[in-house]
T-cell receptor, first 109, second 112 residues
Framework: KNEVEQSPQNLTAQEGEFITINCSYS?????LHWLQQHPGGGIVSLFM???GKKKHGRLIATINIQEKHSSLHITASHPRDSAVYIC???????????FGKGTKLSVKP | NAGVTQTPKFQVLKTGQSMTLQCAQD?????MSWYRQDPGMGLRLIHY???????DQGEVPNGYNVSRSTTEDFPLRLLSAAPSQTSVYFC???????????FGSGTRLTVV
């Protein structure tokens, strides 16, 4: 069983739609990261959170520590949001990040 | 610009050849790590370092060596390349284990 599960694996949306990507984890953590990987391959850190909610522009990340669940929301989605979104938790046995397999988002104009 | 510089971007190796993937950061981060990304799998940790002179193995260390002689540099060496090492490799750094991570742009390696 994967320690970090993301859903859905693939998501296609129309421009302007509200998008939610989910992440569930089974290990105890001190922090959860949301990353964005562009079609060109580069990885950018979007959020790091250990409780509550964070907002940056049209992106909102929430975490529920008790339920071991986090969500990434994108409001008013745009084609430039098309990317792979990766959830990662800090809690590995080597003190490392454990990554989900990613959610591939495609936003159509 | 501050960040993580990873070279080369692309490389093709023959089975049995060796090579070094370079990684340098200018943010004075103590923690550096190498990951590989394969289709259908999440990034997996190869080796990591918590500071100059200190390295340790991650989840998939076999076939790779690292060293950390300075805070800035963390090269990854493939000792004898195998087709199973065909992958995309990312270097990352952060202030500490749980801090915000900065990733390099990746190296796409093909071993034939």
């Amino acid at each position: 069983k994967n320690e970090v599960e993301q859903s859905p694996q693939n998501l296609t949306a129309q421009e302007g739609e509200f998008i939610t990507i989910n992440c569930s984890y089974s290990v105890g953590i001190s922090a959860l990261h949301w990353l964005q990987q562009h079609p060109g391959g580069g990885i950018v850190s979007l959020f790091m959170l250990s409780s509550g909610k964070k907002k940056h522009g049209r992106l909102i990340a929430t975490i529920n520590i008790q339920e071991k669940h986090s969500s990434l929301h994108i409001t008013a989605s745009h084609p430039r949001d098309s990317a792979v979104y990766i959830c990662a938790v800090y809690g590995g046995s080597q003190g490392n990040l454990i990554f989900g397999k990613g959610t591939k988002l495609s936003v159509k104009p | 610009n501050a960040g993580v510089t990873q070279t080369p971007k692309f490389q093709v190796l023959k089975t049995g050849q060796s090579m070094t993937l370079q990684c340098a950061q200018d943010m004075n981060h103590e923690y550096m790590s190498w990951y590989r990304q394969d289709p259908g799998m999440g990034l997996r940790l190869i080796h990591y370092s918590v500071g100059a002179g200190i390295t340790d193995q991650g989840e998939v260390p076999n076939g790779y060596n690292v060293s950390r002689s300075t805070t800035e540099d963390f090269p990854l060496r493939l000792l004898s390349a195998a087709p199973s090492q065909t992958s995309v490799y990312f270097c990352a750094s952060s202030r500490d284990f749980s801090g915000g991570y900065t990733f390099g742009s990746g190296t796409r390696l093909t071993v034939v």
